[in-house]
Protein backbone atom coordinates (compact mmCIF):
# COMPACT_ATOMS: atom_id res chain seq x y z
CA UNK A 1 0.00 0.00 0.00
CA UNK A 2 1.15 3.25 -1.05
CA UNK A 3 0.04 7.12 -0.28
CA UNK A 4 -0.88 9.83 -2.47
CA UNK A 5 2.47 10.81 -3.30
CA UNK A 6 4.07 7.63 -3.57
CA UNK A 7 5.55 7.02 -0.10
CA UNK A 8 5.85 3.57 0.91
CA UNK A 9 5.37 2.94 5.00
CA UNK A 10 8.04 1.38 6.62
CA UNK A 11 7.63 -0.92 9.88
CA UNK A 12 10.71 -1.84 11.85
CA UNK A 13 10.57 -4.50 13.76
CA UNK A 14 13.18 -5.16 16.41
CA UNK A 15 14.00 -7.61 18.83
CA UNK A 16 15.05 -7.13 22.33
CA UNK A 17 16.37 -9.18 25.48
CA UNK A 18 16.14 -8.55 29.29
CA UNK A 19 16.09 -10.15 32.58
CA UNK A 20 12.18 -11.28 33.24
CA UNK A 21 12.66 -9.08 36.91
CA UNK A 22 12.86 -6.19 35.01
CA UNK A 23 9.44 -6.62 33.28
CA UNK A 24 8.04 -3.40 34.44
CA UNK A 25 11.06 -1.15 33.62
CA UNK A 26 11.13 -2.37 29.97
CA UNK A 27 7.30 -1.62 30.08
CA UNK A 28 8.20 1.85 31.55
CA UNK A 29 11.03 2.56 29.17
CA UNK A 30 8.85 1.19 25.60
CA UNK A 31 5.91 3.27 26.86
CA UNK A 32 8.25 6.33 26.70
CA UNK A 33 9.76 5.17 24.05
CA UNK A 34 6.48 5.17 21.78
CA UNK A 35 5.69 9.01 23.15
CA UNK A 36 8.66 10.47 21.58
CA UNK A 37 8.15 8.76 18.61
CA UNK A 38 4.64 9.73 18.92
CA UNK A 39 5.84 13.39 17.89
CA UNK A 40 7.55 13.24 14.94
CA UNK A 41 6.02 13.90 11.69
CA UNK A 42 5.12 10.78 9.49
CA UNK A 43 4.42 8.33 12.74
CA UNK A 44 2.10 5.87 12.50
CA UNK A 45 1.69 3.55 15.21
CA UNK A 46 3.87 1.50 17.78
CA UNK A 47 3.44 -1.44 19.46
CA UNK A 48 4.83 -4.57 21.54
CA UNK A 49 4.72 -8.44 21.77
CA UNK A 50 6.23 -10.96 23.76
CA UNK A 51 6.29 -14.28 24.09
CA UNK A 52 5.07 -14.82 27.95
CA UNK A 53 5.40 -13.27 30.81
CA UNK A 54 8.72 -15.15 32.02
CA UNK A 55 10.77 -14.69 28.99
CA UNK A 56 13.33 -12.61 27.63
CA UNK A 57 12.87 -11.58 24.72
CA UNK A 58 10.48 -8.63 23.47
CA UNK A 59 9.30 -7.48 20.11
CA UNK A 60 8.64 -3.89 19.34
CA UNK A 61 7.14 -2.44 16.74
CA UNK A 62 7.03 0.88 15.01
CA UNK A 63 5.39 2.62 11.58
CA UNK A 64 6.35 5.40 9.97
CA UNK A 65 4.53 6.69 6.65
CA UNK A 66 7.79 6.62 4.69
CA UNK A 67 11.61 6.30 4.66
CA UNK A 68 12.64 10.00 5.20
CA UNK A 69 10.11 9.69 8.35
CA UNK A 70 11.62 6.39 9.74
CA UNK A 71 15.06 8.22 9.16
CA UNK A 72 14.25 11.62 10.71
CA UNK A 73 13.30 9.31 14.09
CA UNK A 74 16.27 6.76 14.04
CA UNK A 75 18.52 9.86 13.67
CA UNK A 76 17.29 12.17 16.27
CA UNK A 77 18.39 12.94 19.46
CA UNK A 78 15.26 11.88 21.83
CA UNK A 79 16.11 8.51 19.88
CA UNK A 80 19.57 8.36 21.00
CA UNK A 81 18.90 9.32 24.40
CA UNK A 82 15.86 6.98 24.97
CA UNK A 83 17.91 4.14 23.61
CA UNK A 84 21.01 4.90 25.70
CA UNK A 85 18.48 5.36 28.83
CA UNK A 86 18.24 1.56 29.17
CA UNK A 87 21.96 0.72 28.63
CA UNK A 88 22.57 -1.93 31.14
CA UNK A 89 19.48 -3.62 31.26
CA UNK A 90 18.24 -4.16 27.83
CA UNK A 91 19.78 -5.63 24.86
CA UNK A 92 19.49 -5.59 21.22
CA UNK A 93 19.15 -8.67 19.36
CA UNK A 94 17.85 -8.69 16.36
CA UNK A 95 16.27 -5.79 13.89
CA UNK A 96 13.77 -6.56 10.52
CA UNK A 97 12.57 -3.47 8.33
CA UNK A 98 9.18 -4.27 6.42
CA UNK A 99 7.72 -2.06 4.08
CA UNK A 100 4.08 -1.87 3.12
CA UNK A 101 0.72 -2.63 5.27
CA UNK A 102 1.69 -6.17 5.72
CA UNK A 103 4.83 -5.32 8.18
CA UNK A 104 2.39 -3.47 10.52
CA UNK A 105 -0.34 -7.08 11.02
CA UNK A 106 2.67 -9.41 10.31
CA UNK A 107 4.22 -9.45 14.01
CA UNK A 108 6.63 -12.25 14.91
CA UNK A 109 4.67 -16.04 14.80
CA UNK A 110 3.27 -17.73 18.04
CA UNK A 111 4.02 -14.81 20.27
CA UNK A 112 0.95 -13.40 21.87
CA UNK A 113 0.50 -9.58 22.89
CA UNK A 114 1.32 -9.04 26.45
CA UNK A 115 -1.27 -6.28 27.07
CA UNK A 116 -0.31 -3.52 30.41
CA UNK A 117 -2.94 -4.68 33.45
CA UNK A 118 -3.88 -1.05 33.96
CA UNK A 119 -3.81 1.75 31.27
CA UNK A 120 -1.65 4.18 31.18
CA UNK A 121 -2.09 7.34 33.76
CA UNK A 122 -3.47 10.93 32.53
CA UNK A 123 -0.22 12.60 31.11
CA UNK A 124 -0.21 15.27 34.15
CA UNK A 125 -0.15 12.91 36.57
CA UNK A 126 2.70 11.46 34.83
CA UNK A 127 4.67 14.70 34.39
CA UNK A 128 3.86 15.44 38.09
CA UNK A 129 5.35 12.21 39.47
CA UNK A 130 8.30 13.34 37.39
CA UNK A 131 8.47 16.80 38.48
CA UNK A 132 8.48 15.13 42.46
CA UNK A 133 11.56 13.81 41.67
CA UNK A 134 13.28 15.88 38.98
CA UNK A 135 12.63 19.52 41.15
CA UNK A 136 15.42 18.03 44.05
CA UNK A 137 17.66 16.08 42.07
CA UNK A 138 18.15 19.52 39.76
CA UNK A 139 18.48 21.65 42.67
CA UNK A 140 20.63 19.68 44.32
CA UNK A 141 22.43 19.14 41.05
CA UNK A 142 22.53 22.72 40.98
CA UNK A 143 24.23 23.67 44.12
CA UNK A 144 26.76 20.91 43.61
CA UNK A 145 27.49 22.71 40.34
CA UNK A 146 27.70 26.34 41.97
CA UNK A 147 30.03 24.86 44.65
CA UNK A 148 32.49 22.51 42.88
CA UNK A 149 32.39 23.93 39.02
CA UNK A 150 31.43 27.81 39.42
CA UNK A 151 34.11 28.31 37.47
CA UNK A 152 33.75 25.79 34.89
CA UNK A 153 32.34 26.52 31.09
CA UNK A 154 29.01 25.86 31.10
CA UNK A 155 29.08 23.31 28.44
CA UNK A 156 30.59 21.33 31.46
CA UNK A 157 28.43 22.28 34.11
CA UNK A 158 25.82 21.04 31.97
CA UNK A 159 27.69 17.64 30.71
CA UNK A 160 28.22 16.72 34.54
CA UNK A 161 25.08 17.52 35.87
CA UNK A 162 23.25 15.63 32.86
CA UNK A 163 25.47 12.31 33.21
CA UNK A 164 24.86 12.58 36.68
CA UNK A 165 21.22 12.97 36.89
CA UNK A 166 20.40 10.87 33.65
CA UNK A 167 21.33 7.59 34.93
CA UNK A 168 19.89 8.56 38.96
CA UNK A 169 16.43 9.28 37.36
CA UNK A 170 16.49 6.55 35.11
CA UNK A 171 17.72 3.82 36.90
CA UNK A 172 16.58 4.80 41.24
CA UNK A 173 14.28 7.38 41.10
CA UNK A 174 11.54 7.00 38.18
CA UNK A 175 11.33 3.18 39.29
CA UNK A 176 10.88 4.18 42.99
CA UNK A 177 8.59 7.04 42.84
CA UNK A 178 6.24 5.01 40.29
CA UNK A 179 6.44 2.44 42.48
CA UNK A 180 5.53 4.46 45.68
CA UNK A 181 2.60 6.49 43.55
CA UNK A 182 1.55 3.48 41.89
CA UNK A 183 -2.31 4.05 43.36
CA UNK A 184 -2.03 8.04 42.92
CA UNK A 185 -1.07 7.27 39.51
CA UNK A 186 -3.63 4.17 38.27
CA UNK A 187 -7.12 6.21 40.51
CA UNK A 188 -6.78 3.58 43.35
CA UNK A 189 -7.43 4.48 47.16
CA UNK A 190 -4.19 5.50 49.40
CA UNK A 191 -2.27 1.66 50.93
CA UNK A 192 -2.96 3.30 54.48
CA UNK A 193 -6.94 3.54 53.87
CA UNK A 194 -7.25 -0.03 51.84
CA UNK A 195 -5.07 -1.30 54.60
CA UNK A 196 -7.78 0.19 56.89
CA UNK A 197 -10.76 -1.22 55.78
Known sequence: MTS?????????????????????????????????????????????????????????????????????WEESSQRQWWLSSAQGIVEHARTERRTGIEGWFDPPQEHSIEEARTPAPPRWKQAVTIWLVFFPLSLLANVLVVRYLAGAPLVVRTLASTLCLTPLMTYVMLPWITRTLEWWLHGRPAPWRAASR
Open 4 to 72: SNGAVPVTIAITRRADPSHAREMIAWMRAGTTLAEEFPGFLGAGWVRPGPGSTEWHMLYRFADADALRT
